[in-house]
T-cell receptor, first 115, second 115 residues
């Protein structure tokens, strides 16, 4: 069965430090992988995606994510955290053969950046 | 969110009443999704519309939930005889025009509170 795991409910990082939000997945075939961010009382915003090609993908707000096929991971990273990065982050995956384009969602990770 | 308008943004209702939530996407997007997000939780898939195909209703939690969409226009999600456990944010999303990758773009959501 296809699944996405975000093993950390919450991640705390000091402002200016690098941050990592973890995501692992299980899907048949090649995955399409996505990260979304949700600020308080807002809808979800698309951050970045991996489809094919370079394993390191860059997205909005200075975020990047690294696709690791052997570890079936797609961790979200940022070299220097800002207080304004505090939000809820969701990882999602779609199987390459999924004609319904259904995304399988992780449970979300709350990122708290402390000044 | 850009391209998807949802209304009402907030709805407070009494247990047992019916509610209707509206999603108004920009034109040209054939794929539309409804999700439910309970407080502090991840996304629960409810229903998926794709053009004139039969909708995928596999996520609707009970027969009190129904949704309609006419063509590529407005969609409405109706909850009959609301219960307190229906309290959540209901999110509508459209699929990006790069349909082979499947990223979604979300509205701001409708927050439903059932007293």
């Amino acid at each position: 069965a296809q699944s996405v795991a975000q093993p950390e409910d919450q991640v705390n990082v000091a402002e200016g430090n690098p941050l990592t939000v973890k995501c692992t997945y299980s899907v048949s075939g090649n995955p399409y992988l996505f990260w979304y961010v949700q600020y308080p009382n807002r809808g979800l915003q698309f951050l970045l995606k991996y489809i094919t090609g370079d394993n390191l993908v860059k997205g909005s707000y200075g975020f990047e994510a690294e696709f690791n096929k052997s570890q079936t991971s797609f961790h979200l990273k940022k070299p220097s955290a800002l207080v304004s990065d505090s939000a809820l982050y969701f990882c999602a995956v779609r199987g390459f053969m999924d004609s319904n384009y259904q995304l399988i969602w992780g449970a979300g990770t709350k990122l708290i950046i402390k000044p | 969110g850009a391209g998807v308008s949802q209304s009402p943004s907030n709805k407070v209702t009494e247990k047992g009443k019916d509610v209707e939530l509206r999603c108004d996407p920009i034109s040209g997007h054939t794929a539309l999704y409804w999700y439910r997000q309970r407080l502090g939780q991840g996304l629960e898939f409810l229903i998926y519309f794709q053009g004139n195909s039969a909708p995928d209703k596999s996520g609707l939690p009970s027969d009190r939930f129904s949704a309609e969409r006419t063509g590529e226009s407005v969609s409405t999600l109706t909850i009959q005889r609301t219960q307190q456990e229906d309290s959540a944010v209901y999110l509508c999303a459209i699929r990006g025009l790069a349909a082979n990758t499947g990223e979604l773009f979300f509205g701001e959501g409708s927050r439903l509170t059932v007293l």
